[in-house]
């Protein structure tokens, strides 16, 4: 950083500039593999500025500002932080027009990276503005991908059905996959996992994910302590892990001081994708995860909750039936959700003592997202590759019809 703004690493002039923005931690996993794989097709002739965590930084971006300041959800749950959103917007979209980057690419997270891009587009319209991961508009309202195809030049899609929603519109999209598919979610070390961390071979272990934002696990860890409670008079042998990251650790450290089986708290995807491969049922907050656990074949019971008014909101505008994705791509309950006023530990604590008590359950979770595991990476092209080449290709093609005098400056030569 100089002079309070983001300087762009040290390559060669004519390497095309990603502004990326990531928004929380599932965000940043797709921009370090994106980082990744466009350095690979590039030999490193690249460069990344932006906003990310910890995954992005260790890829070599220099975030503007801290990415925990945009893992937000919910209406009422953002109020509070709104003054300091509007602020990190106006300040994104300044350093973006200063730098006039060749590409911007937003990384899920639409609440900020959407507001980002409006403005851009009514301050440059010359600017490329790609979007990864294409808003869920079919899970909404159809209609609302011709307001996209006003903003955006290219989308990603990570679900095959997802492109004809914004190409009917005139918005070009690109089926790239799911990079959860190059973690390492199936291929965890359980039995090294659990010599690690003194677990016999006769314990029952839970993996326990409540989420990557502080008001997830706020709101879930007391429900989820509270279902351990019941579980344990009937599973004694019952050892709870808990993976989790750098933006909520303080948070979920302390929550689970006190719960009343044994429990682990780990960090990190080695340790993560091997607790799932040690554990025999999970409960998870809705989200990525979801699919990482589909992935490593791990039955799971899925639980959220949200503001009463934000839900009743939301439910005026959502369309389909399920929040899992593994039940959205198969349009059937496979995978148990409780949502809202069935979040609760009676109801939580039945579900999983059902995953844990009856093999034939948990075996047709395992058989059942297969098919949405084989969905999840169609093809031989790793969909981190697929995206970093689908934007490589429309940064050369934007630069081949864009003035000579308008393409971007490298490091301190820029304004």
Not at 305 to 325: D, F, G, Q, W
Request: contains cysteine; hydrophobic residues 45%; glycine residues 8%.
């Amino acid at each position: 950083m100089t002079a309070g703004h983001m300087v762009a690493t040290d390559v060669a002039d004519d390497a095309p500039t990603l502004f990326l923005i990531a928004g929380e931690p599932s965000g940043d996993a797709l921009g370090a593999r994106l980082m990744a794989a466009a350095k690979r097709l590039t030999g490193g002739k690249v460069r990344f500025v932006g906003i990310g965590g910890e995954r992005m930084t260790a890829e070599g971006l220099v975030s503007l500002f801290p990415m925990a300041e945009l893992t937000l959800f919910g209406i009422f749950e953002l109020l509070p932080h709104l003054p300091n959103l509007i602020r990190r917007i106006d300040q994104t979209v300044a350093e973006i027009l200063r730098m006039r980057p060749d590409a911007v690419v937003g990384i899920d997270s639409p609440g900020f990276t959407v507001r980002v891009a409006k403005k851009l587009r009514a301050a440059d319209p010359a600017i490329l503005l790609v979007h990864y991961v294409a808003p869920t508009v079919w899970a909404w309202k159809p209609k609302r991908a011709a307001k996209y195809a006003t903003i955006y030049d290219h989308l990603l899609a990570v679900l095959p059905f997802e492109p004809p929603y914004f190409e009917k519109e005139g918005l070009a999209c690109t089926f790239v996959g799911h990079s959860v598919v190059e973690g390492r979610a199936g291929r965890g070390d359980g039995p090294g996992f659990r010599q690690r961390h003194g677990i016999a071979a006769t314990d029952r272990v839970v993996a326990v994910l409540p989420g990557s934002r502080k008001g997830e696990v706020s709101r879930l860890l007391p429900d989820f302590r509270a279902t351990l409670d019941l579980l344990r008079p009937s599973h004694p042998d019952l050892v709870a892990v808990v993976p989790t990251v750098a933006t909520v650790r303080d948070r979920v450290a302390v929550a689970i001081a006190d719960w009343p089986v044994r429990t682990l708290l780990v960090e990190g995807d080695t340790e993560k994708y091997d607790a799932f491969a040690a554990a025999e049922v999970a409960l998870a907050a809705s989200g990525t995860v979801a699919l990482e656990l589909a992935l490593a074949r791990l039955p799971t019971v899925i639980a959220y909750r949200l503001n009463p008014v934000t839900v009743a909101l939301y439910r005026r505008l959502i369309r389909v039936k399920y929040v899992n994705l593994v039940n959205l791509m198969l349009d059937r309950m496979l995978v148990p959700e409780l949502l809202q006023q069935d979040c609760r530990p009676d109801k939580l604590a039945a579900e999983v003592g059902r995953l844990l008590d009856d093999p034939e359950a948990r075996q047709m979770q395992i058989d059942g997202v297969a098919e949405v595991a084989r969905w999840l990476g169609q093809g031989d092209i790793p969909p981190s590759e697929r995206a970093a080449r689908a934007i490589l290709d429309v940064v050369a093609e934007h630069r081949s019809i864009r003035p000579q005098e308008d393409k971007p400056r490298t490091g301190e030569q820029r304004p």
